[in-house]
């Protein structure tokens, strides 16, 4: 289809499905680009010459960048067109991947992975849920959200296994000149995308896109520098708060005087949208939490190699990917909040589910019906959150409400890393240490000194790296420490489940108010375009 041509005819089902696919590839890449950046630390490390501090310092730069930028990008979308927005985003993550293809030093990742390629990633996100709210509708529309986000679910949890596999076997540079090959083949298809004028406003809210950048930036910041156990973190925190309630007082007044905003906060009277957002960061939250306990209980507790825990996680990748696939082409006449429910309540039961297994289990089968039901619930949310938020938003505020439900999800993934990982390191500390404390077999000297090792450097370890580690003491003084190990450990990982246990729970008790509000429809721009 021609965005040159408003009168097309309604393209073909076949042209309609290869439309959604490039979409949703263009969102696979967006998202397993970080967990390729995760699993390759160590080998960027040893190939770069750097430490583990600069990597991660790059990888916190680019979440902070894309989500600090990502509501004032979505205004940007409206000004350039949201195909070009597209077009530069993509384009801007290209030169991110291709950075890391030939990256000599750690400057050069930072400037055009962390910098570039978030920014890219801010401009794509918004830009990529307006276009398909544009150029879908009806039952044509749902399924392109839901294969969108199925993507997006399972390059989240397929990223370990893919980056594990290339940098394992090949070289970790081989999985972002894949993603260079796949952003190469999605824009040579980008004829088939129709651009979504803008009838809106050519103005720039400027004090407003200050607010967003440091307000986003703030609370981000914050998260990732409380992760790391930096300091100023309650500083970052207050910062950015203010500076969001700052936005949201600034965007009342001037929608008052009836002067342009950067978001018209009359999109957080729709009653669906605030449930839709809200579901959205509880689920990505989920999503964030699991995926940070889980790899961490098949690697350090079960001690299996980037392999062997993606292929256990298989289970719950390709049941979210069948279910987000199934429920955007068979929901028909279902409501939508319902099936939200559903997705809800089974990612709970779940995760539910796998808590007490972790201490029990010596092998990532007994995991397979609980990630069968937590992939189930994640796929059903993913097939319909993002319609059911935007549904009631007019054309000419979609990019605004999708920079918002953007940074939702944004903000719910980093805070679900953020806290399960915080909580699992302060749970294992103290349960380390108490446990060290309370036994009757290590001498009262070692204790203090344990006691202070982990304090200053907490990690979770198998029980095979610590051995290496505690080499030289008696054999019981030796088995108590791996038998304390495998205690806090498993104790400290429980913990961080509770966190993706919670945000579904909540995400569960929000759905019931989404079952109260009535269906909405997209708007009549939308289904005038005669699109899908």
């Not at 393209?11 to 680009?33: C, G, K, Y």
């Not at 309540?345 to 007994?366: C, F, K, N």
Request: with cysteine; net charge neutral; charged share 10%.
């Amino acid at each position: 289809m021609s965005s040159d041509s408003p009168g097309d005819t309604v393209p073909e089902r076949s042209t309609n499905r290869r439309l959604m696919i490039l979409l949703a590839m263009a969102m696979f890449v967006l998202v397993v680009d970080t967990s390729l950046m995760n699993v390759s630390i160590s080998a960027v490390i040893t190939d770069l010459d750097t430490t583990a501090s600069g990597v991660q310092s790059a990888i916190a730069l680019e979440a902070l960048v894309s989500a600090a930028f990502i509501l004032i990008n979505s205004k940007v979308g409206d000004l350039i067109g949201r195909k070009r927005a597209y077009v530069i985003g993509l384009a801007a993550y290209a030169v991110g991947a291709l950075a890391m293809t030939l990256a000599q030093s750690l400057v050069a990742i930072i400037i055009f992975w962390a910098i570039i390629g978030g920014l890219g990633a801010s401009l794509l996100l918004p830009a990529m849920q307006s276009l398909i709210h544009g150029n879908f509708a009806g039952a044509a529309q749902k399924q392109a959200y839901a294969l969108v986000g199925a993507a997006a679910a399972i390059a989240a949890a397929v990223g370990p296994l893919l980056g594990g596999f290339v940098t394992t076997y090949l070289s970790w540079r081989v999985g972002f000149a894949l993603e260079v090959v796949i952003i190469a083949v999605v824009l040579s298809q980008i004829r088939l995308i129709r651009d979504v004028p803008y009838t809106g406003s050519r103005k720039i809210d400027v004090v407003g896109a200050v607010l967003s950048v440091v307000g986003m930036g703030g609370v981000v910041l914050g998260i990732l520098v409380w992760q790391d156990g930096g300091e100023y973190v309650a500083l970052l925190l207050v910062v950015g708060a203010v500076a969001l309630t700052a936005l949201a007082r600034w965007l009342i007044r001037r929608k008052r005087t009836q002067r342009v905003t950067l978001l018209d906060p009359d999109l957080f009277r729709h009653p669906n949208f605030t449930a839709g957002i809200s579901g959205q960061m509880l689920q990505q939250i989920t999503l964030g939490g699991a995926m940070i306990a889980l790899p961490l209980f098949l690697q350090m507790t079960l001690e299996y190699n980037a392999m062997q825990a993606g292929l256990s996680l298989a289970p719950l990748s390709l049941t979210m990917f069948a279910a987000a696939m199934i429920a955007g082409r068979k929901a028909g006449s279902r409501r939508p909040a319902k099936i939200i429910h559903t997705g809800f309540l089974l990612t709970s039961l779940g995760i539910a589910g796998i808590i007490p297994l972790v201490p029990r289990v010596d092998s990532g089968w007994w995991l397979v019906v609980p990630l069968v039901i937590t992939g189930c619930g994640l796929g059903l949310l993913v097939s319909q959150l993002n319609n059911y938020t935007l549904a009631p938003v007019e054309d000419e505020r979609i990019s605004e409400a999708a920079g918002v439900n953007s940074a939702a999800g944004s903000f719910g993934l980093s805070f679900g890393l953020a806290m399960a990982g915080g909580i699992m390191l302060a749970a294992l500390s103290v349960s380390f240490t108490n446990l060290t404390q309370d036994s009757t077999i290590i001498p009262p000297k070692e204790k203090q000194q344990i006691a202070s090792a982990l304090e200053n450097d907490a990690e979770v370890m198998s029980n095979t790296q610590l051995d290496e580690q505690i080499t030289g003491q008696p054999p019981e003084v030796e088995a108590e420490v791996l038998a304390i190990n495998t205690h806090a450990r498993n104790l400290s990982l429980q913990f961080a489940l509770l966190v993706p246990l919670i945000a579904g729970g909540l995400g569960l008790a929000n759905s019931f108010r989404m079952i109260r509000l009535p269906d909405q429809k997209p708007s009549a721009a939308v289904e005038q375009t005669g699109l899908g």
